[in-house]
């Protein structure tokens, strides 16, 4: 059974880091992309950050670039994704999720995704 779960929300002031895990089993993360998603109340699910499992490349929304790193830990089926100088406009619910295929096809796009993890709260204010 593939199951994903997150890891690492929580309260931070603004200025502040987090880091965000997401466990992997029931697969092998490094024959899978794996993405990160936020979400808010009444807004869409937006992918933020994608690692290739082939080629190990990373992309980023323009949004946390620079800000956000996502990284993978092959032996551990884990991946994280560290996040700096929060602010306020990155509070969301945070999700990863699997794509079978090898490669970030279409990073940013949920129905890329086939399997998906059940998020944890990321809170930003002071």
């Known amino acids: 059974q593939v199951q994903l779960a997150e890891s690492g929300g929580g309260l931070v002031q603004p200025g502040g880091s987090l880091r965000l895990t997401c466990e992997t089993s029931?697969?092998?993360?490094?024959?899978?992309?794996i993405g990160w998603f936020r979400q808010t109340p009444g807004k869409e699910n937006e992918g933020i950050a994608c690692i290739s499992s082939s080629t190990g490349s990373k992309h980023y929304r323009d949004s946390v670039k620079g800000r956000f790193t996502i990284s993978k830990d092959n032996a551990e089926n884990t991946v994280f994704l560290q996040m700096n100088s929060l602010t306020p406009e990155d509070t969301a619910r945070y999700y990863c999720a699997a794509d079978r295929a090898f490669q970030c096809t279409s990073p940013y796009s949920v129905t890329s995704y086939d399997y998906w993890g059940r998020g944890t709260q990321v809170t930003v204010s002071s």
């Open positions: 029931g697969f092998t993360a490094d024959y899978s992309a």
